[in-house]
């Protein structure tokens, strides 16, 4: 029987309605992408090669990364503006515990890999880590994701890097920087990195990483990930991958 005649006749309900989909269980995952990306803002065709933000209006980014001599990711890719229905649920995924969202993102992220990194497949994918220790997260937000994605890929074609332990840890809560100024986001970001570890450096080195998250607001987080699986891990090249990268933000 072909595949078309399995799905569900009519067309799905769109993002936000996924989870009530017929098509999330049972069609594959790059119809959620073309989907749900009629509700979403899709990223500026002008916008930064290195993190993806609107440009100001002399051409250069706000964002004080992309010209900072010192930055270890070579560039994070976006499939969405945090704006409107994908905002609000991803808020309700992170901070209220509605993980039924984890197998929507899963689909969007493996859909972004088939639509755009066919061509040039990363070595490795992981996810930023989080700790749910004492003083921790309740749960690793972005590691579920990334599983998701990967019981997507019924041939094995993506290297997500899940095993345990995961290609790079972090050993210890550090300080969040959601809704923080710049200065305390680099801060946390120097924090971050202290608390980085890459347990098995043979599964790292010599490897193009693409490294998944929820959300970017100036990529200092992932520039810390970056610096960790390019030192200890030796690794060739890290970039990221984020759901949804933040609205305009102006240096402070």
């Known amino acids: 029987m072909a595949r078309s005649a399995l799905l569900p006749a009519g067309p799905p309900p769109g993002f936000p309605g996924c989870p009530r989909c017929p098509y999330l269980r049972t069609g594959p995952a790059l119809i959620c992408v073309v989907c749900a990306r009629r509700t979403f803002e899709r990223i500026a065709p002008g916008a930064c090669p290195v993190c993806a933000q609107e440009l100001d209006e002399d051409g250069r980014c706000p964002n004080w990364l992309c010209s900072d001599p010192g930055r270890r990711i070579r560039r994070i890719h976006a499939i969405a503006y945090q ?22 993102f899963g689909r969007l992220v493996f859909g972004w890999l088939e639509m755009h990194a066919t061509g040039d497949p990363p070595g490795l994918i992981v996810a930023n880590p989080a700790f749910t220790g004492p003083g921790g997260r309740a749960f690793a937000h972005a590691e579920t994701v990334l599983r998701r994605a990967a019981g997507e890929d019924a041939m094995g074609r993506w290297p997500f890097g899940l095993a345990d332990p995961p290609a790079i840890v972090k050993t210890r809560p550090t300080p969040r920087s959601a809704a923080a100024t710049a200065k305390a986001k680099r801060e946390a970001a120097r924090e971050l990195r202290l608390a980085l570890r890459v347990p098995d450096v043979a599964r790292t080195a010599g490897r193009r990483i693409l490294v ?28 990221g991958l984020v759901l949804a990268r933040a609205p305009w933000r102006r240096r402070t």
């Open 83 to 104: 704006s409107g229905p994908l905002r609000r649920v991803i808020l309700k995924y992170k901070y209220e515990g509605a993980t039924g969202w984890a197998q929507v």
């Open 212 to 239: 998944f998250d929820d959300v970017c607001t100036t990529a200092s987080q992932l520039d810390a990930v970056a610096a960790c699986l390019l030192d200890e891990g030796r690794a060739a090249q890290v970039e």
